[in-house]
Nanobody, 125 residues
Framework: QVQLVESGGGLVQAGGSLRLSCAASGRTFSTRTFSTYSMGWFRQAPGKEREFVASISWSGGNIYYRDSVKGRFSISRDNAKNTVYLQMNSLFPEDTAVYYC?????????????WGKGTLVTVSS
């Protein structure tokens, strides 16, 4: 099993910034072949389905964003800490959602493991 713990959410005004963190652990995670998966962020707004936000490969050489966050969000990772980050700038009220991280099958936006509890981001207008 892989355990995923997200943190860093909160209430922020439109135009503000937040930095989310996700710590991954577990025997399955530590023994998985790194090149076969990326780490990603997803979000679920009230009343909507969960959607892909961004992903980053193990090497950091493959990074993808959904169009609506390009230029505003930046994903990064610290492999030594098994942690992935999401820097969110110029936030809009429509970015309000519960944000989740997960492992992502390489080359896709498909999550691979069970979801953590997520972290709530609320952007006020």
């Amino acid at each position: 099993q892989v355990q995923l713990v997200e943190s860093g959410g909160g209430l922020v005004q439109a135009g503000g910034s937040l930095r989310l963190s996700c710590a991954a652990s577990g025997r399955t995670f530590s023994t998985r072949t790194f090149s076969t998966y990326s780490m990603g962020w997803f979000r679920q707004a009230p009343g909507k389905e969960r959607e892909f936000v961004a992903s980053i490969s193990w090497s950091g050489g493959n990074i993808y964003y959904r169009d609506s966050v390009k230029g505003r969000f930046s994903i990064s990772r610290d492999n030594a800490k098994n942690t992935v980050y999401l820097q969110m700038n110029s936030l809009f009220p429509e970015d309000t959602a519960v944000y989740y991280c997960n492992t992502v099958r390489f080359g896709t936006t498909d999550p691979m493991d069970d979801w953590g509890k997520g972290t709530l981001v609320t952007v006020s207008s």
